[in-house]
Every structure is written in structure tokens, then in C-alpha cells.
């Protein structure tokens, strides 16, 4: 996979924050060479945030976020801000712009981030205009946060390079271990993949965690087949030997389980991307609390895509069918799409996600956090289904990561 074709969800999120006209998208221009992002002298330019994937020298392939001032006014300028906020959710790395000495927000906002545990540069921006060269500015920025302000002037490139060296510097330490299979297979070792295509999967195509699992057991060194459910039995029959690993789709979790050797372990693509974007462990803490909801518990399936629901549909017909099965049918629940996830989750007892193959890893882990400060359980779509069906004691989970 070339970086070109790298996943959204799969690159380092740089996100841009500042108050209107304080240069960000002139820095994301200055940063690619390219005119990526529109820069103008109207504040409020930039409206909702706007991504844009490209190939950052030293990094590789990243996402920039460029974002509406956080000090936009107005009704509408409240709904950019809280567009901005939800931006900062998914940011690895905090480019935060000072060009004031009334900088109450920009620190609000480190703040945050640091809360956040997300790394941030502070960038005294548009040097050329400012009296001193933001010397006594970058002091305060010092003073009150710890930063050392790099000093930029998009307009004739001074410190461009240095932002650069910075984000480098900032990488978080485990963004390039990542594994999706997480420690579950090794070089040499015979790897099953069982993908039904259904209208899931239409003629043509695989679902994008499928082939990411697919390409990253190729760099392990593993050997991979793959086959559909229906073709299990045969595929198996074909082997030597049993597959140290078979990886299924959920919804065929059971079938698979009944028709594997013994000497195979099995889990499934949702399992897998519950650790590769998730915390494992508290999914699969939580999926234990799941026979204990009330009768008439509310629960919340959160889904990355803003797909057209379809017949058989896994997040709005196969799950809740299974979760009334399970729990009966007086309970609740909802369904929320793409980046629609209520900050108040106090009227819920649980919450399921899909395995969010659309979102970064730090975009599912500030949802995480989110549950576990409002003491939500909060699992994923493969943990869950496996625990309904009474094999998740028996499923192999990715490590910790």
C-alpha cells in the first residue's frame, strides 16, 4: 500500500488551533509547499474543519486539520467552535498558535490538550508583523506553560523547518507499533481468513479492516488464505495442517467456532480492532457487565460510518436482535452515526462500538475516556457478540497496546 493510499484513519493527525487570522492555514500551506488550505484577511475564512491527507518529509503520511478560530462570535460561530472542539479529539499532535499577548484561550486550550495527554507545539505566529519579533511573547508562552514557542512568518518561511523538527520530535512513542493483529501471529505461521461477502461487501470489494489485516499479516511473513464461510470446511480440508490462527467475521463467530480444529485459535477482524483502536481490556471488562443491565437497559451502538442502513445491517438489525435475544425485548436502544456521540451519556447503561476502521485510534480513545468518567461499560460490536454467544473466555484477544 503506497502512503498515497494510506487509510484516513491510519495517519497522524496534526491539528492547527488558534483564533481567526492567526495564520493557521497559511502555516499548513507553508508546512506542505502546497495550497492546500484558502487563506484569507476575512476572519472566520475557515468554517467547519477542513482535513487534508498528505505526505509530511520525516513523518510520512499525515492528516492536517485545519480549524475555525476559537474565538469565533455568534450563533454560529458557537457550532464551529464546538466542531473545533470535536476536532481536537482525534488530534495526535497540537499545533497551538499565539499572536497576542491575551492569550486566557491558548492556554485554556493546552491546557486541555495536556489533560488529554496530546502532545502540543506552541507556535508564535506571523512574526513579521509583530514589534519585537514575539520575543516578549514567546516569554510569557514560557511562563505560563513551559513551552518553547517556535517563532514562524508563513510569509517568508522562517521556522517552517523548525515546526517541522518539533512535530518529529513529538511523535508519540507507540504511533508506528501499532499492530492490528497484536502479538496473536508470527512470521512463517499459517493464517486463515473466513470473509462472508455479503451486501456488507458488495461484488468487488472487501471491507477496509479485512484488507488491512490482510496487508499486515503479508509484512509479518505469514501464510494467508482466505475463504468464505461456506467455503470453510473445504479450505480447511485442503491444509496439512490446522491454521495456527483463523480470523472471521463476527457475525459468523459461531459457525466458525463450531467448524475450527482444536489446535486453531480464532478470533475475529472487530475483535482484533478493538485493541488496534480501542483499550481491550476494558471492552472486554465491560462485556462481562452486559447479563447484569436491567430489564429495560439503554443502549447506545455507535457506529463510525454514515452508511445508508442496509437489510441485515450489523450495527442496526443483527446486533440489536442479538441483544434482545439475550437481554429481551424491553430494552432500549439507539443508534448514533459518524461523529454523533452525545457528550452526556448519563441516560445510558452501556455503549457499543463498531470497530471504528474510519477513526484514529485517539478519536475511539477519547469516547473510551468519555465512558469511563461518566462510569458507562463500554464495549465493541466483536467483544460483544462473542460474550452473547458464550465464547469470549474462548476467543484470543489481541495484546494491550
Given at each position: 500500500?503506497?502512503?498515497?493510499?494510506?487509510?484516513?484513519?491510519?495517519?497522524?493527525?496534526?491539528?492547527?488551533?488558534?483564533?481567526?487570522?492567526?495564520?493557521?492555514?497559511?502555516?499548513?500551506?507553508?508546512?506542505?509547499?502546497?495550497?492546500?488550505?484558502?487563506?484569507?484577511?476575512?476572519?472566520?475564512?475557515?468554517?467547519?474543519?477542513?482535513?487534508?491527507?498528505?505526505?509530511?518529509?520525516?513523518?510520512?503520511?499525515?492528516?492536517?486539520?485545519?480549524?475555525?478560530?476559537?474565538?469565533?462570535?455568534?450563533?454560529?460561530?458557537?457550532?464551529?467552535?464546538?466542531?473545533?472542539?470535536?476536532?481536537?479529539?482525534?488530534?495526535?499532535?497540537?499545533?497551538?498558535?499565539?499572536?497576542?499577548?491575551?492569550?486566557?484561550?491558548?492556554?485554556?486550550?493546552?491546557?486541555?490538550?495536556?489533560?488529554?495527554?496530546?502532545?502540543?507545539?506552541?507556535?508564535?505566529?506571523?512574526?513579521?508583523?509583530?514589534?519585537?519579533?514575539?520575543?516578549?511573547?514567546?516569554?510569557?508562552?514560557?511562563?505560563?506553560?513551559?513551552?518553547?514557542?517556535?517563532?514562524?512568518?508563513?510569509?517568508?518561511?522562517?521556522?517552517?523547518?523548525?515546526?517541522?523538527?518539533?512535530?518529529?520530535?513529538?511523535?508519540?512513542?507507540?504511533?508506528?507499533?501499532?499492530?492490528?493483529?497484536?502479538?496473536?501471529?508470527?512470521?512463517?505461521?499459517?493464517?486463515?481468513?473466513?470473509?462472508?461477502?455479503?451486501?456488507?461487501?458488495?461484488?468487488?470489494?472487501?471491507?477496509?479492516?479485512?484488507?488491512?489485516?490482510?496487508?499486515?499479516l503479508l509484512d509479518r511473513k505469514c501464510h494467508v488464505l482466505c475463504c468464505t464461510t461456506d467455503e470453510l470446511e473445504r479450505t480447511l480440508a485442503l491444509l496439512k495442517e490446522p491454521p495456527q490462527l483463523i480470523i472471521?467475521?463476527?457475525?459468523?463467530?459461531?459457525?466458525?467456532?463450531?467448524?475450527?480444529?482444536?489446535?486453531?485459535?480464532?478470533?475475529?477482524?472487530?475483535?482484533?480492532?478493538?485493541?488496534?483502536?480501542?483499550?481491550?481490556?476494558?471492552?472486554?471488562?465491560?462485556?462481562?457487565?452486559?447479563?447484569?443491565?436491567?430489564?429495560?437497559?439503554?443502549?447506545?451502538?455507535?457506529?463510525?460510518?454514515?452508511?445508508?442502513?442496509?437489510?441485515?445491517?450489523?450495527?442496526?438489525?443483527?446486533?440489536?436482535?442479538?441483544?434482545?435475544?439475550?437481554?429481551?425485548?424491553?430494552?432500549?436502544?439507539?443508534?448514533?452515526?459518524?461523529?454523533?456521540?452525545?457528550?452526556?451519556?448519563?441516560?445510558?447503561?452501556?455503549?457499543?462500538?463498531?470497530?471504528?476502521?474510519?477513526?484514529?485510534?485517539?478519536?475511539?480513545?477519547?469516547?473510551?475516556?468519555?465512558?469511563?468518567?461518566?462510569?458507562?461499560?463500554?464495549?465493541?460490536?466483536?467483544?460483544?457478540?462473542?460474550?452473547?454467544?458464550?465464547?469470549?473466555?474462548?476467543?484470543?484477544?489481541?495484546?494491550?497496546?
Amino acid at each position: 500500500m503506497s502512503l498515497n493510499d494510506t487509510p484516513r484513519a491510519n495517519r497522524l493527525h496534526i491539528g492547527l488551533f488558534g483564533r481567526r487570522n492567526s495564520g493557521k492555514s497559511s502555516l499548513i500551506n507553508a508546512l506542505t509547499g502546497q495550497e492546500i488550505a484558502t487563506v484569507s484577511d476575512v476572519p472566520g475564512t475557515t468554517t467547519d474543519p477542513v482535513y487534508k491527507a498528505m505526505e509530511l518529509h520525516g513523518i510520512g503520511p499525515v492528516v492536517f486539520i485545519d480549524t475555525a478560530g476559537f474565538d469565533d462570535e455568534g450563533k454560529l460561530g458557537k457550532l464551529r467552535v464546538q466542531k473545533t472542539e470535536k476536532a481536537s479529539a482525534e488530534t495526535d499532535i497540537a499545533l497551538v498558535l499565539f499572536h497576542d499577548a491575551d492569550m486566557m484561550e491558548e492556554l485554556a486550550w493546552v491546557k486541555k490538550f495536556r489533560m488529554a495527554k496530546t502532545p502540543v507545539v506552541a507556535v508564535i505566529s506571523q512574526i513579521d508583523t509583530l514589534a519585537d519579533k514575539g520575543q516578549s511573547l514567546a516569554q510569557k508562552v514560557k511562563d505560563e506553560t513551559g513551552l518553547s514557542a517556535i517563532f514562524v512568518s508563513s510569509a517568508d518561511g522562517t521556522g517552517v523547518d523548525n515546526v517541522r523538527d518539533e512535530l518529529i520530535r513529538q511523535l508519540p512513542e507507540d504511533f508506528e507499533q501499532q499492530s492490528i493483529t497484536g502479538g496473536l501471529c508470527d512470521a512463517g505461521d499459517t493464517v486463515l481468513l473466513v470473509m462472508p461477502q455479503d451486501i456488507q461487501a458488495p461484488k468487488g470489494r472487501l471491507i477496509l479492516p479485512q484488507v488491512q489485516t490482510l496487508r499486515e499479516l503479508l509484512d509479518r511473513k505469514c501464510h494467508v488464505l482466505c475463504c468464505t464461510t461456506d467455503e470453510l470446511e473445504r479450505t480447511l480440508a485442503l491444509l496439512k495442517e490446522p491454521p495456527q490462527l483463523i480470523i472471521t467475521d463476527s457475525q459468523v463467530f459461531r459457525t466458525v467456532f463450531e467448524k475450527k480444529p482444536t489446535a486453531s485459535r480464532l478470533t475475529s477482524f472487530s475483535v482484533l480492532f478493538a485493541g488496534y483502536k480501542g483499550d481491550i481490556d476494558y471492552f472486554t471488562a465491560s462485556a462481562k457487565k452486559l447479563a447484569a443491565l436491567p430489564d429495560d437497559a439503554h443502549i447506545l451502538i455507535a457506529e463510525a460510518c454514515t452508511h445508508r442502513p442496509l437489510a441485515e445491517d450489523i450495527g442496526r438489525v443483527k446486533l440489536p436482535r442479538l441483544l434482545k435475544k439475550k437481554l429481551g425485548e424491553n430494552i432500549h436502544i439507539q443508534i448514533v452515526a459518524g461523529r454523533d456521540f452525545p457528550k452526556d451519556l448519563k441516560g445510558y447503561d452501556f455503549v457499543i462500538h463498531c470497530g471504528a476502521c474510519m477513526f484514529n485510534r485517539k478519536y475511539v480513545l477519547s469516547r473510551v475516556a468519555e465512558c469511563r468518567r461518566q462510569g458507562i461499560p463500554m464495549s465493541n460490536y466483536g467483544v460483544i457478540i462473542a460474550e452473547v454467544l458464550g465464547i469470549l473466555d474462548q476467543v484470543e484477544l489481541p495484546a494491550k497496546q
